[in-house]
C-alpha cells in the first residue's frame, strides 16, 4: 500500500478543477442556487478522480530505459535516448524527468509525448557539457496519466550511469574528416602552395611526361641513356610536441569553454592530423612544476594515449614558469622538433618576461607560440559610445587589441612562428599553420 501511495501524483488540471469549484461555494455566499450546483460538481469531481485513479493504476503499464555513450565529447552536442514501451492497452501522455548530471545546473528538464497502446518509442535529447571529468546520471522518472488527467502515476527506473567527458573527439573526427576533402577552404583550411622539395629522398625513376625538370638527375642519366629523376616524398617522422601551459591565464573562460580546454581540444585534433600525415606526436604540460611528457610516437594506439592524458589535465591557478619549461624542453627533447606551445598573453609585458626562454627554445626547434584574442574586449570596441565611461571602455579595449598585435610582431622579430586567434577558430588555425610549415618545408 506505502508503495503505490508513493506512485500517486496529482496533475495540476486537479487543483485548476478544485480551484473553480472553490470558487463557486464562494459565489453562493451571495447566489444562492450555486451551492447545490457547486455540490454536485464536487461530488462528480470526486468520482472522476477515483475512476481515473483506478483506470490508470489497474491498466497502465511502461518500461523504460536511458541510452547513453559511456564517452561524452567535450563542448559538443551529445546525444541521450530514452527507449519507451508501453505495455498496457491505454492510450497515455507522459512526462519523463531525467536526473541529469548537476553540472548542467538544469532543474527544469522535462520531456512530454503521448504514446499508444502496445507502441514502442524512441526519445531523444542532447547535453553539450563544458568541463572534463566524470558525469553521473541518476533516475529515470516518468509520470503516466490519461486523457482525463487528473492523477498521475509515477515510474521510477533505477537507471543510474556515469560516463566520462573527453576532449572533443566529435570535433577531432571532423577535421580528420575536411583534411581529406577537396573542400577546404568552406571550413576555414588554407590551401598553401608547396615550395621546393622537401627533404625525405624517395628512389631514382625514369622520366614521364610532367616530371619537374628541376629534378633530373644527369649521373644516372648518363648512366643508363635514358633521362632519369630524383623523386622526392613528403618528409615523415618529423616529432612534434604539443605543449600545454595549465596556469592560472589558461582558466580565462569564453564562450563556457576555458581557454586550457579550448587548448585540450584543438591539441586532440591536430594531433589526429598530425599522425595521419605520418609525423610522430607528443605532448607535455606545465606550470610552476613539469607535468608528465609524452614521447613523440608514430603508432596508431598513440592518440588513445594522448586522450588519457589530455582528460586528466587542469589547471592549478598558478604562475607557469617558463625556465623550467625551457630546461626540460632542452634536456629531454633532443632531436628538432616542431613544439606547439599553447598559453596566453594579455599584457606585453608578460610576453617579454618569457621572451627569453621562449628565443632559446626557438634556437634549436621550431617554436609556434599560440595565445588568444580576447573576443570580450573586441565587442567592446564596437560599440556605440554614447557616453564618456563607453568611451574609456572603448579606448581600453583597443590599447590591448594593440598589445596583441605588438606581441605577435615582436615574436615574429625573434624567430618564433605565433598564432594570434579566437578561442573558437584555435584549431583550425593550428592546423593550417601546421601545414604551412609542412608546405614549406621549414621544420
Known amino acids: 500500500m506505502i508503495a503505490l501511495i508513493k506512485r500517486f501524483y496529482l496533475h495540476k488540471r486537479f487543483f485548476y478543477a478544485l480551484f473553480g469549484i472553490a470558487f463557486l461555494f464562494l459565489l453562493s455566499n451571495w447566489i444562492e442556487f450555486l451551492f447545490v450546483a457547486s455540490s454536485l460538481l464536487l461530488f462528480g469531481f470526486c468520482i472522476l478522480v477515483v475512476v481515473d485513479a483506478i483506470v490508470l493504476f489497474s491498466n497502465s503499464h511502461?518500461?523504460?530505459?536511458?541510452?547513453?555513450?559511456?564517452?561524452?565529447?567535450?563542448?559538443?552536442?551529445?546525444?541521450?535516448?530514452?527507449?519507451?514501451?508501453?505495455?498496457?492497452?491505454?492510450?497515455?501522455?507522459?512526462?519523463?524527468?531525467?536526473?541529469?548530471?548537476?553540472?548542467?545546473?538544469?532543474?527544469?528538464?522535462?520531456?512530454?509525448?503521448?504514446?499508444?497502446?502496445?507502441?514502442?518509442r524512441m526519445h531523444s535529447y542532447q547535453l553539450v557539457p563544458k568541463q572534463r571529468g566524470e558525469y553521473v546520471f541518476g533516475n529515470l522518472n516518468i509520470y503516466a496519466f490519461t486523457k482525463i488527467a487528473l492523477v498521475k502515476k509515477r515510474y521510477q527506473f533505477a537507471n543510474e550511469q556515469m560516463v566520462k567527458v573527453y576532449p572533443s573527439f566529435i570535433q577531432m573526427k571532423k577535421y580528420d574528416f575536411l583534411a581529406q576533402s577537396n573542400k577546404l577552404s568552406e571550413y576555414g583550411f588554407k590551401k598553401i602552395r608547396r615550395i621546393g622539395h622537401t627533404l625525405e629522398f624517395e628512389q631514382i625513376k625514369e622520366y614521364v611526361v610532367g616530371d619537374d625538370v628541376r629534378t633530373i638527375n644527369w649521373k644516372a642519366t648518363a648512366?643508363?641513356?635514358?633521362?632519369?629523376?630524383?623523386?622526392?616524398?613528403?618528409?615523415?617522422?618529423?616529432?612534434?610536441?604539443?605543449?600545454?601551459?595549465?596556469?592560472?591565464?589558461?582558466?580565462?573562460?569564453?564562450?563556457?569553454?576555458?581557454?586550457?580546454?579550448?587548448?585540450?581540444?584543438?591539441?586532440?585534433?591536430?594531433?589526429?592530423?598530425?599522425?595521419?600525415?605520418?609525423?610522430?606526436?607528443?605532448?607535455?604540460?606545465?606550470?610552476?612544476?613539469?607535468?608528465?611528457?609524452?614521447?613523440?610516437?608514430?603508432?596508431?594506439?598513440h592518440l588513445n594515449v594522448i586522450s588519457e592524458r589530455l582528460y586528466n589535465i587542469e589547471t592549478d591557478f598558478l604562475v607557469s614558469d617558463f625556465s623550467k619549461l625551457y630546461t626540460y624542453v632542452k634536456r629531454k627533447i633532443n632531436q628538432r622538433s616542431l613544439l606547439m606551445l599553447y598559453t596566453n598573453f594579455e599584457?606585453?609585458?608578460?610576453?617579454?618576461?618569457?621572451?627569453?626562454?621562449?628565443?632559446?627554445?626557438?634556437?634549436?626547434?621550431?617554436?609556434?607560440?599560440?595565445?588568444?584574442?580576447?573576443?570580450?574586449?573586441?565587442?567592446?570596441?564596437?560599440?556605440?559610445?554614447?557616453?564618456?565611461?563607453?568611451?574609456?571602455?572603448?579606448?581600453?579595449?583597443?590599447?590591448?587589441?594593440?598589445?596583441?598585435?605588438?606581441m605577435v610582431d615582436e615574436l615574429k622579430n625573434n624567430g618564433i612562428q605565433t598564432i594570434l586567434t579566437k578561442p573558437k577558430d584555435l584549431s583550425i588555425n593550428t592546423i593550417n599553420k601546421y601545414l604551412e610549415i609542412k608546405a614549406k618545408g621549414i621544420l
Open 62 to 120: 511502461i518500461k523504460a530505459k536511458r541510452i547513453a555513450a559511456d564517452k561524452f565529447s567535450n563542448s559538443d552536442e551529445n546525444e541521450i535516448l530514452i527507449r519507451i514501451e508501453n505495455r498496457s492497452k491505454l492510450s497515455l501522455q507522459l512526462e519523463i524527468i531525467d536526473e541529469i548530471p548537476v553540472q548542467f545546473q538544469k532543474r527544469d528538464f522535462q520531456l512530454t509525448l503521448q504514446i499508444l497502446p502496445k507502441e514502442e
Open 223 to 301: 648512366k643508363q641513356r635514358a633521362l632519369m629523376v630524383n623523386q622526392y616524398q613528403d618528409e615523415k617522422s618529423q616529432p612534434i610536441y604539443n605543449l600545454i601551459d595549465k596556469g592560472r591565464v589558461m582558466k580565462m573562460p569564453f564562450e563556457g569553454l576555458s581557454l586550457l580546454d579550448y587548448a585540450i581540444n584543438s591539441t586532440l585534433a591536430f594531433s589526429n592530423v598530425a599522425l595521419k600525415k605520418n609525423d610522430k606526436v607528443g605532448m607535455m604540460d606545465f606550470s610552476n612544476e613539469i607535468g608528465k611528457i609524452i614521447a613523440a610516437q608514430q603508432k596508431k594506439t
Open 347 to 406: 599584457h606585453i609585458a608578460a610576453m617579454r618576461r618569457e621572451l627569453p626562454y621562449l628565443r632559446a627554445i626557438a634556437k634549436k626547434h621550431m617554436l609556434v607560440v599560440i595565445f588568444f584574442e580576447n573576443t570580450e574586449l573586441d565587442k567592446l570596441q564596437h560599440i556605440q559610445t554614447n557616453q564618456l565611461r563607453d568611451v574609456y571602455e572603448k579606448t581600453i579595449a583597443g590599447s590591448f587589441a594593440y598589445d596583441k598585435r605588438l
